[in-house]
């Protein structure tokens, strides 16, 4: 073959190649699907991208121009650069990191669930083993997780309502009060980010007629107890969507009993998460209920309480003189919101979103801690209720829109700066 040859088949080889992958482009260019998973990643890069930056700068000045507070003093990030990057390391994120390395060595952390210590475990030993490594894991990992939850959520509010919904949703997640969580080691990113895979594996089981996706629901409503007791609710809209799918009158005939069955059995998965947990502590502690108890003996929290009762607790210590004042009304308004949100907006989600939201309200109130200060931590607890979130987004009221972000922003940035001066914020 001469050299004009090899040259001419050379050249033939590259444009087939450069018109196949024309092509390719071509044909996910039309598929609606990878429209819409491009615009999510685009929308949920910049929202995460934005949030993130914003986080970092207000680390910057909360620990270095912020007169010292509490016995600190003031930071320079600059010259030091490690005291600065663990501005974040406070509260429970020495629970998971001790669980992570240690395991469960005593009662108290078993009121921790294992998914999130579990997965701090390998990046953590990498990073080189240490409390500081297993804490860069954590917050690693929470950005990761809440990066992905941002892709699902757009998705699942895209798909209900239309994209500017979607992206309003994304904002009012990423830069929601308490949105801190989100970047700190805390299990929160982690759950929301598994409770919103379960609705998106919910939706695709109706509209893809999926048995393989109601497993997948169910899976992940198992591994979603396993991060937090709360994911138990999951059997909640699993079972409200079995039922419109599969049984109501005008769907009842259009699927066959073998289709029913095979789309129940996975709800199962979504208890026996906990009960997989109970059975570790059973073998390795001697008491299943033992993630309970611990709560109610080194936690100090009451035991299975009526919600009327607590919202009653926490009326009475607002008129009580001490310093708790202020955190119980904070406290009182971050229930009262979602609770107002549903009120008024809940036409406007699907009822499985309703029911889920009043269930994760609701199991907040249940378990008091004690009762000068009953719903501690029931702010950062009302940030997962994304169905809440989605009605808010939906309303599209230039008024309402502004009036929202003048409340929101400044809370946001106020929480932060109080976090990494080590005050209790939820």
Same mark, same amino acid.
């Given at each position: 073959m001469s050299i004009e040859d090899a040259s001419e088949l050379r050249e033939q080889s590259e444009h087939s190649a450069k018109k196949e992958e024309e092509e390719q482009e071509i044909i996910l260019n039309k598929n609606p699907i990878m429209i819409t998973l491009k615009t999510a990643?685009?929308?949920?890069?910049?929202?995460f991208v934005l949030s993130r930056v914003v986080i970092l700068l207000l680390t910057y000045l909360g620990v270095s121009i912020i007169p010292a507070t509490k016995n600190l003093f003031s930071i320079n990030c600059f010259t030091q650069t490690r005291a600065c990057a663990i501005s974040w390391m406070h509260y429970d994120v020495f629970s998971y990191v001790d669980i992570a390395m240690h395991g469960y060595v005593n009662a108290r952390a078993t009121a921790f669930f294992p998914l999130f210590p579990f997965l701090l475990r390998v990046p953590g030993a990498l990073l080189g083993g240490s409390v500081v490594d297993y804490y860069i894991a954590g917050i690693v990992l929470s950005n990761i997780f809440f990066f992905i939850a941002l892709i699902v959520l757009y998705?699942?509010?895209?798909?209900?309502?239309?994209?500017? =919904?979607?992206?309003?949703?994304?904002?009012?997640?990423a830069f929601?009060?308490?949105?801190?969580f989100f970047f700190v080691g805390y299990t929160e990113a982690l759950f929301l980010?598994?409770?919103?895979?379960?609705?998106?594996? +919910? *939706?695709?089981?109706?509209?893809?007629?999926?048995?393989?996706?109601w497993w997948l629901a169910g899976f992940c409503g198992f591994v979603t107890v396993l991060s937090r007791s709360q994911g138990l609710l999951l059997v909640i809209p699993y079972l409200v969507v079995y039922v419109q799918h599969f049984f109501l009158p005008q769907t009842f005939s259009n699927s066959k009993w073998s289709e029913k069955v095979l789309a129940f059995v996975p709800i199962a998965l979504i208890?026996?998460? +906990? /009960?997989?947990?109970?059975?570790?502590?059973?073998?390795?502690?001697?008491?299943?209920?033992?993630?309970?108890?611990?709560?109610?003996?080194?936690?100090?929290?009451?035991?299975?309480?009526?919600?009327?009762?607590?919202?009653?607790?926490?009326?009475?210590?607002?008129?009580?003189?001490?310093s708790l004042q202020v955190l119980n009304v904070i406290n009182?308004?971050?229930? +009262?919101?979602?609770?107002?949100?549903?009120?008024?907006?809940?036409?406007?989600?699907? +009822?499985?979103?309703?029911?889920?939201?009043?269930?994760?309200?609701?199991?907040?109130?249940?378990?008091?801690l004690g009762k000068a200060n009953a719903l501690t931590s029931?702010?950062?607890?009302?940030?997962?209720?994304?169905?809440?979130?989605?009605?808010? /987004?939906?309303?599209?009221?230039?008024?309402?829109?502004?009036?929202?972000?003048?409340?929101?922003?400044?809370?946001?940035?106020?929480?932060?700066?109080?976090? =990494? *001066?080590?005050f209790w914020v939820a």
């Open positions: 990643l685009k929308e949920a890069g910049w929202i998705l699942l509010v895209e798909d209900r309502f239309d994209a500017s =919904v979607a992206r309003t949703t994304l904002f009012y997640t929601a009060p308490y949105a801190l980010l598994l409770c919103l895979l379960t609705f998106f594996f +919910l *939706n695709q089981a109706i509209q893809r007629q999926s048995i393989l996706s208890p026996l998460g +906990l /009960a997989t947990y109970m059975f570790y502590l059973w073998q390795t502690k001697g008491d299943a209920w033992l993630f309970s108890e611990s709560q109610i003996l080194y936690w100090g929290r009451l035991p299975l309480t009526s919600p009327l009762v607590t919202i009653g607790y926490v009326i009475k210590a607002l008129f009580v003189p001490t009182i308004v971050s229930l +009262l919101i979602p609770i107002f949100g549903l009120i008024i907006g809940w036409k406007r989600i699907p +009822l499985h979103y309703t029911l889920f939201a009043i269930a994760l309200i609701l199991f907040t109130t249940l378990y008091p029931v702010p950062r607890f009302m940030l997962v209720v994304f169905p809440t979130i989605i009605v808010f /987004a939906s309303i599209k009221n230039t008024r309402f829109e502004k009036a929202y972000l003048v409340f929101m922003l400044p809370l946001f940035a106020l929480n932060i700066l109080l976090f =990494v *001066n080590h």
